[in-house]
T-cell receptor, first 114, second 115 residues
Framework: QQQVKQSPQSLIVQKGGISIINCAYE??????FPWYQQFPGKGPALLIA?????SEKKEGRFTISFNKSAKQFSLHIMDSQPGDSATYFC?????????????FGKGTLLTVNP | DVKVTQSSRYLVKRTGEKVFLECVQD?????MFWYRQDPGLGLRLIYF???????EKGDIPEGYSVSREKKERFSLILESASTNQTSMYLC??????????????FGAGSRLTVL
């Protein structure tokens, strides 16, 4: 079974700090790596995504770093804010296969203390 | 604002009852999905559908069935609810396969408790 392994399960960061969440995958056919953000009482929503032809993608305070050889990717949240407190899911898919089917990590509960 | 609407936010059912969870999307999306979310287990795919009347099993289809009679509506059915099906259920949709875009739009979820 295809897997995406996510760590840590939970993370507490002080306001202004850097939050880092890591994911590793096994299937080398994966070619799309999104991150979803979920606030309490809401469904997950796409935050940022990367394709393996680049090693980094930045959108505001959020950056994905991608290491194809290690089969790892990570989410960095710079200057973390209490409003970033949410559950974060990494995911991966293979556009050549069932390209609309995402495999999700188990999630990271991020708490940013004021 | 486009959305995925799940008709029931909270349900409480008895063991053995038949349960219907309804999902409607207004984005004319081809593909629809049902996930369940449990603490520590993340999002697990139950079933998905890429066209009307078409369905495919996901990773954990046992104990569930689905129905897609119209493009905008995807129903999850628990034929005989059991306590281990107590969970948060999330519906999602995405555009057609040919577009290469698989950005999922999720509903707010249906929290089911089976007593």
């Amino acid at each position: 079974q295809q897997q995406v392994k996510q760590s840590p399960q939970s993370l507490i960061v002080q306001k202004g700090g850097i939050s880092i969440i890591n994911c590793a995958y096994e299937n080398t056919a994966f070619d799309y790596f999104p991150w979803y953000q979920q606030f309490p009482g809401k469904g997950p929503a796409l935050l940022i995504a990367i394709r393996p032809d680049v090693s980094e993608k930045k959108e505001g305070r959020f950056t994905i770093s991608f290491n194809k050889s290690a089969k790892q990717f990570s989410l960095h949240i710079m200057d973390s804010q209490p409003g970033d407190s949410a559950t974060y899911f990494c995911a991966a898919s293979n556009r050549g296969g069932s390209n609309y089917k995402l495999t999700f990590g188990k999630g990271t509960l991020l708490t940013v203390n004021p | 604002d486009v959305k995925v609407t799940q008709s029931s936010r909270y349900l409480v059912k008895r063991t053995g009852e038949k349960v219907f969870l309804e999902c409607v999307q207004d984005m004319d999306h081809e593909n629809m999905f049902w996930y369940r979310q449990d603490p520590g287990l993340g999002l697990r795919l139950i079933y998905f559908s890429y066209d009307v009347k078409m369905k495919e099993k996901g990773d954990i289809p046992e104990g569930y069935s689905v129905s897609r009679e119209k493009k905008e509506r995807f129903s999850l059915i628990l034929e005989s609810a059991s306590t281990n099906q107590t969970s948060m259920y999330l519906c999602a949709s995405t555009r057609d396969r040919a577009s290469g875009a698989n950005v999922l739009t999720f509903g707010a979820g249906s929290r089911l408790t089976v007593l």
